[in-house]
């Protein structure tokens, strides 16, 4: 089980919450620890977003609960009838993330009352938002999240998955169950890649420093993304059109296994380039690694098309049913070559801001 930051920072902000209502000496410090527990958040900029909205959903709630103790009492059925409003007033105010916290409020100003009761409701309700407040804190000071780590870890992590089944595959060597159930595998991997990625948006958003090497970053980062997702769909076509590649000539399929072999080492270095492991992507190799143009590996198609025309016209139409994969080729050349000139701008421009830490950090 892997102990997660955002876990840690919890367990931190109901501490922070316990220990200030003790020294404040408010009598409830249990809902201080409560309202902790909900306002913690991934990000810098959505704790902000949230205090501003647990704040306010808790303003409905009190004053809802103030006003109907006053006017109603605080009989079972009286606070239930409570709890209702408040959740419509939340859903109209398009406020549903402070909606738990807003019913908590509710509950906790009516359920009883000691003395004078808009006092009592006053100290309820600082107590709340006294454990808004501890979260706040302890994202703002405790484990900062470095998104941009996370980011390209991910984005690593997957192209080396995608890099090893693609290599694998060229060469026939793939089991078709197991590859299947990667790629599904995968898909769910993108899709959380694109959390990941909004989540550093959000955060190039709140921090105001270095504004235009940030922007250059998140054009990058939208960049690799998008490269990454070309090569899945690469994978997917290899997958798919498994049959028929290996029903073409043995020249074809060596040509397609050459090609994607060097797009594969081309992304490999422009990845490790972006971090500062190597230097330039000319001197990797002494040896020339690298495939056709896409124009002239377009044309070694088409010639693939115009042979073996005998055998009832079947080479021809199997040839035919490939050009999604050669499509996909393609686009994957074209997404990559445009990565790397993006990279190539970036570290002539800031190049004081182009090392990224791929060290991997504590995971929300």
């Known amino acids: 089980m892997k102990l997660g930051a955002r876990i840690i920072k919890t367990g931190i902000a109901i501490v922070l919450a316990l220990y200030l209502s003790q020294l404040l000496h408010l009598p409830t410090p249990v809902f201080a620890g409560i309202a902790a527990i909900f306002a913690i958040q991934p990000t810098i900029y959505r704790s902000y977003l949230s205090v501003i909205e647990q704040i306010q959903g808790n303003l409905v709630g009190a004053i809802v609960a ?8 605080n009989h079972y059925f ?13 859903l109209k105010l398009k406020t549903e993330k402070s909606l738990v916290l807003s019913i908590v409020t509710v509950i906790a100003i009516m359920e009883s009352q000691q ?12 107590s709340i938002l006294l ?46 169950t ?18 990941v990625y909004s989540m550093y948006k959000e955060e190039h958003a709140y921090f105001k420093k270095e504004n235009l090497s940030k922007s250059r970053k998140l054009v990058i980062y939208r960049q690799m993304i998008t490269t990454t997702k070309k090569s899945y769909e690469t994978l997917k076509r290899i997958h798919k059109f498994e049959n028929e590649i290996t029903l073409m000539s ?6 397609i296994q050459h090609q994607l072999d060097s797009l594969i080492h081309q992304h490999e270095q422009v990845l490790l380039k972006y971090v500062g492991k ?3 992507l000319s001197c990797i190799d002494e040896y020339n690694n690298h495939g056709l143009s896409r124009k002239d590996f377009l044309s070694f198609f088409f010639s693939q098309l115009e042979k073996k025309k005998y055998e009832e016209g079947k080479e021809k139409d199997i040839a035919t049913r490939l050009v999604p994969l050669i499509s996909a080729i393609i686009e994957y050349d074209e997404q990559l070559e445009h990565l790397e000139k993006l990279i190539n701008n970036f570290q002539a421009f800031h190049k004081n801001e182009n090392e990224v830490s ?3 950090d504590i995971v929300d």
Do not use: C
């Open 66 to 73: 103030v006003m109907f103790v006053l006017l109603f009492g």
């Open 78 to 90: 009286i606070i239930g009838l409570a709890v209702v409003i408040v959740i419509t007033i939340n």
């Open 115 to 126: 003395g004078d009761f808009l006092q009592f409701a006053t100290i309820r309700f600082s």
């Open 131 to 176: 454990g808004i407040l501890s979260s706040f804190i302890v994202n703002l000071v405790f484990i900062p999240p470095k998104y941009e780590t996370k980011l390209y870890g991910r984005i690593s992590d997957i192209t080396e998955d995608i890099f090893k089944w693609i290599r694998i595959s060229t060469r026939h060597a793939s089991e078709h």
């Open 178 to 195: 197991l590859l299947k159930k990667d790629i599904g595998r995968l898909k769910g991997n993108l899709l959380k890649l694109e959390q």
């Open 250 to 255: 043995e020249e074809f399929q060596a040509q």
């Open 278 to 280: 190597i230097k330039s």
């Open 358 to 360: 791929v060290e991997y």
